[in-house]
């Protein structure tokens, strides 16, 4: 079954929003290949998906260690922890093994629930954080430009 994003699952910072809603799409890469039996497919979908959500949770955790967010220890756990499941099914497929419904069914699951609770918690401020930092570069540009031409 498809994972559809909607609007719930947006943290509304537009970065993290787009990579998780990329994230989606690879979940559902991964679960059209296992219902159209290309198991090679899946594979490489799979490999695919854990190389993009690596680099996900890696800048995710840059944004939230650059905004000061107190928990960024404990959340950096959570994904290292996700990281070492997939990669358990990794393992596992890599073998022979067929885990794709298992590993969908867990896929879906954690994504939607550590988007709507765990990121969700970091949100507000890292979002501020983005926003004093983009008010800042263009403050220093406007300053050069109206030193420049004023």
């Known amino acids: 079954m498809t994972l559809h994003w909607t609007s719930d699952l947006e943290i509304g910072i537009p ?3 787009a ?3 990329r994230i989606v799409e690879y979940i559902n890469r991964v679960d059209h290949a ?5 198991s090679a497919e899946v ?4 490999d695919e998906l854990v190389d993009y959500t ?8 840059t944004l939230m260690e650059e905004a000061g967010y107190p928990f960024a220890k404990a959340h950096k756990k959570v994904h290292q922890l996700f990281a070492r499941r997939i990669d358990n099914f990794q393992q596992q ?3 022979g093994e067929d885990i794709t419904e298992e590993l969908i069914h867990v896929l879906k ?9 765990d990121d969700n918690d970091y949100s507000d401020l890292v979002r501020a954080n983005l926003e004093g930092a983009t008010k800042r570069v263009k403050a220093r540009k406007e300053g050069w430009l109206s030193r420049l031409f004023g």
């Not at 296992?34 to 290309?38: A, G, N, S």
């Not at 594979?43 to 799979?46: A, D, K, W």
């Not at 690596?54 to 955790?61: C, K, M, R, V």
């Not at 699951?109 to 609770?117: E, F, G, P, Q």
């Open 15 to 17: 970065v993290i929003d």
């Open 19 to 21: 990579q998780h809603q």
């Open 34 to 38: 296992h219902r159209t039996h290309e």
């Open 43 to 46: 594979l490489n979908v799979l």
């Open 54 to 61: 690596l680099s996900h949770f890696a800048f995710e955790e």
């Open 93 to 95: 497929a890599k073998a």
């Open 109 to 117: 699951a954690w994504l939607v629930n550590h988007i709507k609770r």
